[in-house]
Nanobody
Framework: QVQLVESGGGLVQSGGSLRLSCAGS????????MGWYRQAPGKQRDMVAV??????NYANVVKGRFTISRDNAKNTVYLQMNSLKPEDTAVYYC????????????WGQGTQVTVSS
């Protein structure tokens, strides 16, 4: 059974920082592309950051503020979020994707991030 469990969300003031963690189980973590996505109320779920075995990719709106990293020994992916803005408020979801066309795709339950102005 595949599980992705996010943690680290919460309430923070504008300009503050948070670090999200996502612990995976039931998959060979090191070979999966891991990502963070977010969904604000009434909006679609958007990619925030993705990390493969050796590359990273970020949404333009978070470049220079957010950093994605992974520790394969701990089966965990992180999202360090700095200089947070109210528009970063959303539910953040962890994603695991097997990197082939039509590969398996898994989601965590989400963690709320709220940035107050």
């Amino acid at each position: 059974q595949v599980q992705l469990v996010e943690s680290g969300g919460g309430l923070v003031q504008s300009g503050g920082s948070l670090r999200l963690s996502c612990a995976g189980s039931g998959i060979i973590f090191s070979i999966y592309t891991m990502g963070w996505y977010r969904q604000a109320p009434g909006k679609q779920r958007d990619m925030v950051a993705v990390i493969t075995r050796d590359t990273t990719n970020y949404a333009n709106v978070v470049k220079g503020r957010f950093t994605i990293s992974r520790d394969n020994a701990k089966n965990t992916v992180y999202l360090q979020m700095n200089s947070l803005k109210p528009e970063d408020t959303a539910v953040y979801y962890c994603n695991a994707h097997y990197p082939v066309t039509g590969g398996s795709n898994y989601w965590g339950q989400g963690t709320q991030v709220t940035v107050s102005s």
